[in-house]
């Protein structure tokens, strides 16, 4: 297990971005890959607290490359903005860790017409996964790491309410879109079989993080760890040679590969929540890449086709006004994907 108060030189040169970076267990992998010396990029959505976690992370480990990236993973177009941005100074990313997370006590729609926790915990991990592979592509060998939970054991997917508008609960949102987590690092782990990208799960174990405990688990919060112990497997996982071509695994807290509940393991659920995925967050599905499943790959960035005027403040853009109508009809077709699946889409 890597400890992220270790200075040797593992990931000099090599490039790593962080979502959620700023606090909780995001800052502790943060700290844990610049300590390790990487180039490291970290995501955070609030610019004030993001700036001062990359301060703090820089000074802390010495590590004069921290940069700092503004997205929030809960909007679509803050997503491919921040790929956009990432692109302009970077060739080359070699670890993608998929941090950022939100749970929520009642049901709250995004800018894109979409349920919060649905849309941060996993539609925003899938997309930014996507329109970064061709670079983590041409980085090879290069890592993905997205962070899921225990409580993906008590969740099932429901494909009629995937996001809650017939029934909203807390907790079993929350603990499906952790399950949609592994889900996808599964189904991704397939279809990047080959490539030299490694996709992997974990769990932190119950630790201390900005989310707040729900009742009844709430109850226990005496017991939970803390943010440095969560972020361990998270770095193991992007660094240790241990793991060196290990794909399509879930570990657990203390790094070693676990099972995750059974219907994760199921190849035509995660084909499933793939097509609605990629429905949902626009991605094209036709390429000349295939998965071993029959199912295509996405070998090359799917880029917005909004044009972005970009005003004096880094935080804030807008789209142009030739594309508003265009985004208006966006919203409107993402709204009457809610409650419902659209047909499976098979391969001719």
Same mark, same amino acid.
């Given at each position: 297990?890597?400890?992220?108060?270790?200075?040797?030189?593992?990931?000099?040169?090599?490039?790593?971005?962080?979502?959620?970076?700023?606090? $909780?267990?995001?800052?502790?992998?943060?700290?844990?890959?610049?300590?390790?010396?990487? +180039?490291?990029?970290?995501? &955070?959505?609030?610019?004030?607290?993001?700036?001062?976690?990359?301060? =703090?992370?820089?000074?802390?480990?010495?590590?004069? @490359?921290?940069?700092?990236?503004?997205?929030?993973? !809960?909007?679509?177009?803050?997503?491919?903005?921040?790929?956009?941005?990432?692109?302009?100074?970077?060739?080359?990313? @070699?670890?993608?860790? /998929?941090?950022? $997370?939100?749970?929520?006590?009642?049901?709250?729609?995004?800018?894109? #017409?979409?349920? +919060?926790?649905?849309?941060?915990? @996993?539609?925003?991990?899938?997309?930014?996964? /996507?329109?970064?592979?061709?670079?983590? +592509?041409?980085?090879?060998?290069?890592?993905?790491?997205?962070?899921?939970?225990?409580?993906?054991?008590?969740?099932?997917?429901?494909?009629?309410?995937?996001?809650?508008?017939?029934?909203?609960?807390?907790?079993?949102?929350?603990?499906?879109?952790?399950?949609?987590?592994?889900?996808?690092?599964?189904? *991704?782990?397939?279809?990047?079989?080959?490539?030299?990208?490694?996709?992997?799960?974990?769990?932190?174990?119950?630790?201390?993080?900005?989310?707040?405990?729900?009742?009844?688990?709430?109850?226990?919060?005496?017991?939970? #760890?803390?943010?440095? =112990? $969560?972020?361990?497997?998270?770095?193991?996982?992007?660094?240790?040679?241990?793991?060196?071509?290990?794909?399509?695994?879930?570990?657990?807290?203390?790094?070693?590969?676990?099972?995750?509940?059974?219907?994760?393991?199921?190849?035509?659920?995660?084909?499933?929540?793939?097509?609605?995925?990629?429905?949902?967050? @626009? *991605? $094209?599905?036709?390429?000349?890449?295939? !998965? %071993?499943?029959?199912?295509?790959?996405?070998?090359?960035?799917?880029?917005?086709?909004?044009?972005?005027?970009?005003? %004096? &403040?880094?935080?804030?853009?807008?789209? &142009?006004?030739?594309?508003?109508?265009?985004?208006? !009809?966006?919203?409107?077709?993402?709204?009457?994907?809610?409650?419902?699946?659209?047909?499976?889409?098979?391969? &001719?």
């Amino acid at each position: 297990m890597v400890n992220r108060t270790d200075t040797s030189d593992e990931l000099r040169g090599r490039v790593a971005m962080v979502t959620g970076g700023n606090s $909780g267990m995001g800052k502790e992998i943060s700290l844990g890959l610049a300590s390790m010396g990487a +180039t490291l990029v970290m995501v &955070s959505r609030d610019p004030g607290r993001g700036e001062a976690a990359r301060a =703090d992370v820089q000074q802390r480990t010495g590590n004069p @490359h921290v940069e700092l990236l503004i997205a929030d993973l !809960s909007s679509q177009q803050s997503i491919r903005r921040l790929v956009h941005e990432f692109e302009a100074h970077h060739d080359r990313l @070699h670890v993608l860790v /998929n941090n950022a $997370g939100a749970s929520l006590p009642s049901r709250v729609e995004t800018v894109d #017409g979409l349920e +919060t926790v649905f849309a941060t915990n @996993h539609l925003g991990p899938f997309l930014l996964t /996507n329109l970064l592979l061709p670079v983590l +592509t041409r980085s090879a060998p290069a890592r993905v790491v997205t962070v899921s939970s225990g409580a993906q054991a008590m969740a099932k997917l429901d494909f009629d309410d995937l996001q809650g508008v017939r029934s909203f609960n807390e907790i079993r949102v929350y603990n499906q879109s952790k399950l949609a987590n592994i889900v996808f690092t599964y189904e *991704l782990a397939r279809r990047i079989a080959g490539s030299g990208v490694t996709a992997n799960a974990v769990e932190p174990g119950f630790v201390k993080t900005n989310l707040k405990v729900p009742f009844p688990y709430s109850i226990f919060s005496f017991m939970r #760890g803390k943010a440095v =112990d $969560g972020a361990k497997p998270s770095v193991f996982l992007a660094s240790s040679p241990e793991v060196e071509g290990v794909s399509g695994k879930f570990f657990n807290n203390k790094g070693a590969p676990m099972q995750s509940t059974k219907s994760s393991y199921d190849e035509s659920i995660a084909r499933r929540l793939w097509a609605v995925s990629a429905e949902l967050t @626009h *991605l $094209g599905a036709t390429t000349s890449a295939q !998965s %071993s499943s029959g199912w295509p790959v996405l070998p090359k960035a799917m880029r917005s086709r909004t044009t972005w005027a970009r005003p %004096s &403040s880094r935080a804030r853009w807008t789209a &142009s006004s030739p594309n508003r109508s265009r985004m208006a !009809s966006i919203a409107v077709s993402r709204r009457s994907l809610r409650g419902r699946v659209s047909p499976e889409k098979r391969p &001719s």
